[in-house]
């Protein structure tokens, strides 16, 4: 059995690599990666990647902390300790109510932003000390590099190595 | 197609490529600070410990050490607070909901903004710590259970709110912030030739390669981050004027309070950025980035929320007169013809009058003019809030208590320190982070490029 290979194509332009992605899907090869230094519009898209769900994520994370903060409302003014503050009724979590939706907004944001920030660190596998898994630095200031994987057949190899060429690849180097 | 009115202007000028936007980014980081960078440092770094100094005289002395008496128990310290807070706004708004509108001249700005609101944060943070007198047990401001009882925090109480939503605005905005900064330190560690820089922006870019779902999930994360810190930034100074207008003093208790704190925080924020960005533009060669548009555009911000600001002034005197509550009335008659009149007409001159001067397209696209306005509404807005503090307490219901306020050498100190404090901050930040979030700024090269719109 022949040895896995990785291509990769190192492209210029934003336009170009998003046209090569798309004619390169088209032709029935998948793209593996593209590391670029900045988001592509569309790329997701033509990569075939499934929609990002953090937004609903934060959803979920901004009722659990406005749940949070009612349940902290209700022990410490309600059942723990309640206290007649300026006679504002506080025999029930409603009665008090109005006084707690600052807070209670604050604590939604606070989960909603701070847990999902972290859902994404993880989910991308980011942390300090953690390195880059880019192949060329370059694709931190103006290159854009396609890798695709391949079961190392020699002619699928030429094909791809083609195709990038055809799609304005600088440079096309495998590993 | 898109169609884009002839009259954009090109948000970046000069012929720049991708990899110039790179360099240029990098610059300041890679290369040594000058003369004017370190005596400007220096300044700054006596200045915050002079204030330092000041901060551990009053903890441990006492509050006494300040100017405050029986009838004004909030004066400097709270001014300089809500001063602060007002000027960290600037940066979520422009970071934020900028965003959500897609204007995309915010991508020069916003980070240096966002960086400034952080510190402006934490100097506002100082003051409610110290102001408790006893330093050492600030963290019962949190719920925390106790061996009292446990008693707890009030949740009825604005300063509570406070606590809450200062600690929230600024933990969101400085994740918001660094967020961003990840794919820049990226580019400056893969760009790093020393070993510590390479080292140390390795930690620091949390080890991003910037691949196609990182990048799609990235976007979502900043949507949904500006989607949550557009309510907060309007919440936070929001809380901040019900400390004030939840109170039965005079001048204080009124309605109008959240949504004139608000305009005024903008405003106030955006007149720091003002300063702060003209300088630095010019010291870190960024004029190619922070063009002339982008400081009328900002100037355009400050005419229309100073506007907001001079309508609430003249609706608080309307409403005191209308309301019929003499003490209301006396409240207002006092702050324009009392003792304190130059402080109310010194907030009147700067909010009020000198933002209109921005009607006129000559005057705001003049970079010294916009400097030396950026200064006035800085001082106009901190005698907005010691209007609003020092006025409406030194003569109270009972003539007898009538009393006047003057600042010590410490009040003064702390207030300096703070400024000393920020610059540092600031200072440090210009040379060590990417200034200007260049992978964002990388996207709108082809739209608003000098060179590529010419084509």
Redesign the interface.
């Known amino acids: 059995m022949n040895k896995e290979k990785v291509i990769y194509g190192l492209y210029g332009d934003?336009?170009v690599i998003l046209d090569a992605v798309k004619t390169i899907r088209s032709k029935g090869h998948q793209v593996n990666?593209?590391?670029?230094?900045?988001?592509?519009?569309g790329?997701?898209n033509a990569?075939g990647?499934k929609y990002?769900r953090?937004?609903i994520c934060?959803f979920i994370y901004?009722c659990i902390g406005a749940s949070c903060a009612l349940l902290?409302?209700w022990y410490?003014?309600i059942y723990?300790?309640p206290?007649n503050?300026?006679g504002?009724p506080n025999f029930t979590l409603n009665e008090?109510m109005p006084?707690?939706i600052?807070?209670t907004?604050?604590?939604t944001?606070?989960f909603?932003?701070?847990l999902?920030?972290i859902t994404?660190?993880i989910?991308?596998?980011?942390?300090?000390?953690?390195?880059?898994?880019?192949p060329d630095?370059?694709?931190?200031?103006?290159k854009f590099l396609m890798e695709i994987h391949t079961s190392g057949d020699e002619k699928e190899v030429k094909k791809i190595k083609d195709l990038m060429k055809i799609t304005g690849a600088e440079e096309i180097n495998e590993k | 197609m898109k169609h884009e009115a002839s009259i954009r202007e090109p948000l970046i000028i000069g012929n720049k490529s991708l990899h110039d936007i790179s360099e240029d980014i990098a610059k300041p980081i890679e290369t040594s600070a000058n003369k004017w960078w370190w005596s400007l440092f220096l300044l700054s770094a006596l200045a915050m410990l002079w204030g330092f100094g000041c901060i551990f005289y009053t903890i441990g002395t006492g509050i006494g050490v300040w100017g405050l008496n029986n009838t004004i128990g909030w004066a400097w310290d709270i001014t300089n607070f809500v001063w602060w807070v007002g000027i960290g706004h600037a940066g979520t708004l422009i970071s934020a909901v900028l965003l959500l509108f897609r204007q995309k001249w915010r991508l020069s700005i916003n980070r240096s903004s966002e960086a400034m609101t952080i510190f402006a944060v934490v100097q506002a943070g100082l003051f409610p710590l110290i102001h408790m007198g006893r330093l050492w047990v600030g963290y019962w401001v949190f719920p925390l259970p106790n061996q009292y009882g446990s008693l707890w925090v009030n949740f009825n109480s604005p300063l509570l709110w406070d606590v809450f939503a200062i600690s929230t605005y600024f933990s969101v905005s400085l994740v918001f912030w660094y967020m961003g900064l990840i794919p820049d330190f990226a580019l400056i560690r893969d760009r790093a030739i020393k070993p510590l820089a390479k080292k140390v922006y390795t930690i620091l870019s949390f080890g991003w390669s910037g691949t196609a779902k990182h990048w799609q999930r990235h976007e979502v994360m900043s949507l949904v981050l500006a989607g949550l810190a557009t309510p907060l930034v309007l919440s936070v100074h929001s809380i901040v004027s019900m400390d004030f207008a939840t109170s039965v003093i005079p001048g204080w208790h009124t309605t109008i309070f959240p949504p004139y704190f608000v305009a005024g925080a903008i405003f106030s924020g955006f007149a720091m950025v003002q300063t702060l960005l003209l300088v630095m533009r010019k010291v870190v060669n960024m004029e190619s980035y922070i063009t002339i548009q982008h400081i009328e555009m900002m100037n355009i911000i400050i005419m229309v929320t100073g506007s907001i600001v001079g309508i609430a002034y003249i609706t608080e005197l309307f409403i005191a007169w209308y309301s019929g509550v003499e003490y209301e009335q006396y409240a207002f008659l006092n702050r324009a013809t009392g003792p304190y009149w130059w402080a109310y007409w010194a907030m009147m001159t700067c909010n009020v009058i000198s933002p209109q001067l921005m009607w006129f397209k000559k005057l705001r696209r003049n970079i010294v003019f916009t400097f030396i306005l950026s200064i006035f509404v800085n001082i106009g807005m901190w005698f907005e809030r010691f209007v609003i503090i020092v006025t409406s307490l030194h003569r109270d219901f009972l003539p007898s208590s009538w009393s006047m306020f003057s600042p010590t050498f410490v009040d003064i100190g702390i207030f300096i320190g703070t400024i000393g404090f920020f610059m540092v901050l600031f200072l440090l930040y210009s040379r060590t982070f990417p200034v200007i979030a260049q992978a964002e700024l990388k996207t709108i090269l082809k739209s608003s490029g000098d060179n590529y719109k010419k084509k």
């Open positions: 934003d336009d990666e593209v590391y670029s230094p900045f988001p592509i519009h790329l997701d990569m990647l990002s953090l937004a934060s901004g902290m409302f410490i003014m723990d300790w206290m503050i300026g504002k008090n006084a707690f600052p807070v907004f604050e604590m944001v606070f909603g932003a701070h999902m920030v994404f660190l989910r991308c596998g980011l942390y300090p000390g953690s390195t880059s898994k880019s630095s370059r694709t931190t200031d103006d």
